[in-house]
């Protein structure tokens, strides 16, 4: 089966930067999309991004455009989110979310996917 593993969050002041990591097992091929939510408390899951592992392509909301990226590693099977300048209001669990995608050159709808295997999250605190 498929399993990621999130790491890279923590503790961060206001303005402040992480990079989270999101490491994929158990499917060896290129042909996916890895998609980044993150969830507040007492809020709805928040789809952030998402990127095709075959080339790269990448996509970002536009509630986080111009702080938040989303690369890959072709070396690894890690996808990262970089997390810059960041506010209190991004202080979230963040997930990453696998789905198999047999056109990985096609489109990214990063929104409208199904993403079938998830991380367990790893914790986002900002701090003044």
């Known amino acids: 089966d498929v399993q990621l593993v999130e790491s890279g969050g923590g503790l961060v002041q206001t303005g402040g930067s992480l990079r989270l990591s999101c490491e994929v097992s158990g499917f060896p091929y290129h042909d996916y999309i890895i998609g980044w939510f993150r969830q507040a408390p007492g809020k709805e899951r928040e789809m952030l991004g998402c990127?095709?592992?075959?080339?790269?392509?990448?996509a970002v909301t536009d509630s986080v455009k111009g702080r938040f990226t989303i690369s890959s590693d072709s070396a690894k099977s890690a996808v990262y989110l970089q997390l810059n300048n960041l506010e209190f209001e991004d202080a979230a669990v963040y997930y990453c979310a696998f789905e198999w995608e047999p056109e990985p050159l096609g489109p990214l709808r990063c929104l409208s996917r199904s993403y079938d295997y998830w991380g367990q999250g790893t914790q986002v605190t900002v701090s003044s």
């Open positions: 990127i095709s592992r075959a080339d790269g392509r990448a």
